[in-house]
C-alpha cells in the first residue's frame, strides 16, 4: 500500500457577506475601488474600472451589489435571468465572471479582465471601509488547504487576450515588439 503525502497548508479564506437589504445604491464602493486600483493609485477614478458594481433599481429601491470573480473562456451553454418583485433583469445581470459574452467587469480601454482583489496589501477591503450602510460585512477564517498553484494575473490576462484576439497575432506582437528593441 502505498501512502501519497499531501502537504496541508492553513490558508485565510476572505469573505465579505452581502447585506442586499441594506444597500442604497450609493456607489461609494465602486468610487473606491476604481480609485484604489487606477494607475497611479488614487489618480482618477471611473466605477467603469470598478471590481464591485451596483445593480440597481431605484424605483423599487433594490440595490445588489455583486463582485468581479474569475475570468472564463467559456461562454455558459445557456443563460440565467432572474425575477425578483416582478421586475425581470438583464441576462447574467448577477453573474460575477468576466466573460466574452459581455462587457461587465472588463477594463474598458484593454479589454482585459477585472477580478476583485480583495484590495491586496490593505488590512480591510476600501469598499467594505467605505459602506457607510453596512452592506458589506468583512470576515476571516483559517482552513486547512492543499497546495494549489493559483494562475498569476499576467497569466490570465494573456489568456484573455489569446481569447480575443488568437495566439497567432499575440506572438506576432510580441515577435514586432522584440524587433524594436
Ligand atoms: S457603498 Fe455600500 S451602500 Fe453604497 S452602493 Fe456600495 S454596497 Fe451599497
Ligand atoms: S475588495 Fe477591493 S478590489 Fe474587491 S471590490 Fe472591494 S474595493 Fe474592489
Redesign the pocket.
Known sequence: MTVEKIDKKKKIIKTIR?DVD?????????VICSAFHAAPKYSSNNPARSR?R?IRDPLRDI?V?VYAGDYTVSECAGRDKYMIDGKEYDECAFCRASCPSRDEFKEPDSGLPLKCDMCEGEDEPL?VK???????IYEEREEEAEEQEEPEDLEIGLESLADKYGMDKIMDAVARMNEKD
Open positions: 452581502i441594506k444597500c442604497n445604491g450609493c456607489r461609494a464602493c465602486e464591485i451596483i440595490y451589489p469598499c467605505w459602506c457607510h450602510a453596512e452592506a458589506l
